[in-house]
């Protein structure tokens, strides 16, 4: 393509639909390039209950993910369904570049994310938000009062296992080790939370149920030993969180732009190392990653962007 845009946002979740808005609105020529669905993550979620401006009842991933999409249209933003498999990104015109395409733009927007990752077991996709999840500040309420299981023992394992005592009547974290790996001083407040019990040396091997979670079956490590559990009759599930890390999408650009651990360093404004190149959403280095933090980044990465342009 011989065309030089403005603007070319990679990634179309919440920050880059949120980029394209306020680039297009802004009159800079933009792309959209989306290798899958738009929405990324939050496609997936039946139930959305914190985005401000939502629905109040009713609002799913893909219903807001829908009126993103046809916003950042509305203001112009073009769209490709590709694989980016290189980039250029030195110099004032950016090459993106696909099996057959070639992209160029005077800015690029980063906005691939990032993506929970996989308990491992059988039938985890089967019940993703039906009982799987990977986020509890999204979904705890959905489990107030249930019982919920928590995977994993890092710090952020821990962190959200307690946050989830606050609704539900009962947490219990399995870790495949007999010892937490988080933080000693959350560990502390971990032992003292009496809504709080840990299955040690285990992993999940199974799910199952019905529409919904019901079921589970786990793994001693050391033993080989296998225990069902099974729902409460009364309550008809229950909830499992996987929190063993998650693997950012920044593979391509790995020797060019600063990270940790995966993740793009920015600044406030959103600026990578790169002049011209910004990142925006789960795919940076932050503490909250949420659909409103992503929309938010994707605004300031936009302005930014117009602004380099400008100068």
């Given at each position: 393509?011989?065309?030089?845009?403005?603007?070319?946002?990679?990634?179309?979740?919440?920050?880059?639909?949120?980029?394209g808005?306020?680039?297009?609105?802004?009159?800079?020529?933009?792309?959209i390039?989306?290798?899958?669905?738009?929405?990324?993550?939050?496609?997936?979620?039946?139930?959305?209950?914190?985005?401000?401006?939502?629905?109040?009842?009713?609002?799913?991933?893909?219903?807001?993910?829908?009126?993103?999409?046809?916003?950042?249209?509305?203001?112009?933003?073009?769209?490709?369904?590709?694989?980016?498999?290189?980039?250029?990104?030195?110099?004032?015109?950016?090459?993106?570049?696909?099996?057959?395409?070639?992209?160029?733009?005077?800015?690029?927007i980063?906005?691939?994310?990032?993506?929970?990752?996989?308990?491992?077991?059988?039938?985890?996709?089967?019940f993703?938000?039906?009982?799987v999840?990977?986020?509890?500040?999204?979904?705890?309420?959905?489990?107030?009062?249930?019982?919920?299981?928590?995977?994993?023992g890092?710090?952020?394992?821990?962190?959200?296992?307690?946050?989830?005592?606050?609704?539900?009547?009962k947490?219990?974290?399995?870790?495949?080790?007999?010892?937490?790996?988080?933080?000693?001083?959350?560990?502390?407040?971990?032992?003292?939370?009496?809504?709080?019990?840990?299955?040690?040396?285990?992993?999940?091997?199974?799910?199952?149920?019905?529409?919904?979670?019901?079921?589970?079956v786990?793994?001693?490590?050391?033993?080989?030993?296998?225990?069902?559990?099974?729902?409460?009759?009364?309550?008809?599930?229950?909830?499992?969180?996987?929190?063993?890390?998650?693997?950012?999408?920044?593979?391509?650009?790995?020797g060019?732009?600063?990270?940790?651990?995966?993740?793009?360093?920015?600044?406030?404004n959103?600026?990578?190392?790169?002049?011209?190149?910004?990142?925006?959403?789960?795919?940076?280095?932050?503490?909250?990653?949420?659909?409103?933090?992503?929309?938010?980044?994707?605004?300031i990465?936009?302005?930014?962007?117009?602004?380099?342009?400008?100068?």
């Amino acid at each position: 393509m011989d065309k030089i845009y403005d603007v070319i946002v990679l990634g179309a979740g919440p920050a880059g639909l949120a980029a394209g808005l306020y680039a297009g609105r802004s009159c800079l020529s933009t792309l959209i390039i989306e290798k899958g669905k738009d929405g990324g993550q939050i496609a997936i979620t039946d139930e959305i209950e914190n985005y401000p401006g939502q629905i109040v009842e009713g609002e799913s991933g893909p219903s807001l993910i829908a009126r993103m999409t046809e916003q950042a249209k509305k203001f112009g933003a073009e769209r490709a369904t590709d694989t980016i498999i290189s980039v250029e990104l030195q110099g004032d015109v950016k090459v993106l570049k696909s099996a057959k395409n070639e992209y160029k733009a005077k800015a690029v927007i980063i906005a691939t994310g990032a993506f929970p990752k996989p308990i491992g077991c059988e039938n985890e996709a089967k019940f993703m938000g039906k009982g799987v999840s990977f986020c509890a500040t999204c979904d705890a309420n959905f489990f107030e009062d249930f019982e919920v299981f928590v995977v994993g023992g890092g710090d952020s394992a821990v962190e959200e296992a307690m946050y989830l005592t606050k609704f539900a009547r009962k947490v219990t974290i399995i870790h495949r080790r007999d010892e937490l790996r988080a933080a000693k001083s959350i560990q502390e407040k971990a032992f003292k939370n009496p809504k709080l019990h840990f299955m040690w040396d285990s992993v999940v091997q199974s799910l199952d149920g019905d529409e919904l979670l019901s079921k589970m079956v786990v793994k001693n490590v050391k033993t080989g030993e296998l225990t069902t559990i099974e729902a409460d009759p009364d309550d008809g599930l229950f909830g499992v969180f996987g929190f063993i890390g998650y693997n950012p999408r920044s593979e391509l650009f790995e020797g060019m732009l600063d990270m940790d651990h995966g993740y793009i360093k920015t600044d406030d404004n959103m600026h990578t190392n790169i002049p011209g190149v910004f990142a925006a959403g789960d795919i940076r280095v932050k503490s909250l990653r949420q659909v409103v933090t992503a929309a938010a980044d994707g605004a300031i990465a936009a302005m930014q962007a117009e602004k380099y342009i400008n100068e």
